[in-house]
């Protein structure tokens, strides 16, 4: 095997069959196309940032005038001061609830 059999175009019968051998055992490195990962991590993340994307449009929904353009952080952040909010005016109605003396008070007291 001298140096002109190394760089010749020509392959001998035994080296086809070995890199046909080496394609169908290997498989071969190729760059998936954007946005079609084949890593099982890479498939795995997509699903879990999906599903976080999908929980902060729900929660865009359920918390008021929060912006679609705000960044995560500070859409935790409006969605927690919302949440205490909401507990402080449960906690206000609550105090306030044995001073009512509207009717809806009697069926409150009626139902428990």
């Known amino acids: 095997m001298g140096l002109n059999h190394q760089f010749s175009l020509t392959k001998s019968p035994s ?3 070995m890199e046909k051998l080496l394609q169908d055992l290997v498989p071969c490195k ?3 196309k954007r946005g079609c990962a084949t890593h099982p991590r890479s498939i795995a993340e997509r699903v879990r940032r999906t599903r976080i994307s ?5 929660l865009q929904e359920l918390v008021p005038n929060m912006d679609k353009q705000t960044n995560t952080a500070d859409m935790l ?6 949440i205490k909010f909401l507990q402080k005016q449960v906690q206000e109605l609550s ?8 009717s809806c008070k009697m069926s409150a007291s009626e139902t428990t």
């Open 95 to 102: 105090e306030n609830q044995p001073k009512c003396s509207c």
């Open 77 to 82: 952040d409006e969605a927690v001061d919302y």
């Open 15 to 17: 080296e086809i069959a």
């Open 30 to 32: 190729t760059r998936a």
């Open 54 to 58: 999908e929980r902060m449009r729900k």
